[in-house]
């Protein structure tokens, strides 16, 4: 048995048997085919199966001819399926919007054309160590948190007497970082 299918076309199927066709107006059916025999030419006469109408889809939907089962009718005559974008092994329908965790600053949207890809910009983004960043609900963008914020630092002094040559000692002392003000402490 050989099926051929096009975009739109109904199935159609080739058959290599021999039929020995004896009982006048007996009816069978083999695949999208409905077959009857002729018992005075002992011939049978095959057509295609007889579809109540023709499909007609929504604008969100498209037609599908699955291959032939014991449900013929359905799947020789085609039906209506939703028309789903695919991403990550996931189905989603048209209007759907979603973003992929591994990649915050993207967005797709599910459209009759296929998949929309946006990339959100970042406006005025500073640059600021990982602890100072707040992101936003998606994890994308980030502000700075610029508050006066007292961390710890070591500093090297170094003092050059005659008496002592190269004398240096590590000090530790509270040092401001972000906008702090003179008056600040």
């Known amino acids: 048995m050989e099926h051929h299918e096009g975009a739109n076309d109904k199935p159609q199927n080739i058959f290599l048997m021999v039929v020995l066709c004896v009982q006048h107006g007996d ?3 083999i695949g999208c085919e409905v077959c009857k025999c002729n018992g005075k ?13 023709d499909i007609a889809c929504n604008e969100n939907e498209r037609i599908v001819f699955d291959k032939p089962s014991l449900n013929s009718g359905k799947s020789c ?3 209506c ?3 789903t974008c695919r991403f990550n092994h996931t189905e ?9 965790p591994a990649y915050p600053c993207v967005s ?5 054309s296929g998949l929309s890809v946006t990339v959100n910009t970042c406006p005025n983004q500073l ?3 990982e602890d100072r960043r707040s992101y936003d609900e998606n994890g994308c963008c980030y502000t700075c948190d610029t508050k006066c914020k007292p961390s ?9 007497l005659q008496e002592h040559k190269n004398c240096s000692g590590m000090i530790s002392i509270t040092k401001c970082s972000g906008d702090c003000q003179a008056t600040e402490v």
């Open 27 to 29: 009816m069978w059916s």
């Open 41 to 53: 030419t002992g011939q049978m006469e095959c057509f295609p199966y007889p579809c109540e109408q």
């Open 77 to 79: 005559c085609g039906h």
């Open 81 to 83: 399926v939703p028309v």
């Open 92 to 100: 989603y329908e048209v209007g759907a919007t979603f973003r992929d």
């Open 108 to 112: 797709y949207s599910c459209e009759l």
């Open 127 to 129: 640059t600021c160590s």
């Open 152 to 160: 710890p630092s070591l500093i090297k002094i170094q003092h050059d």
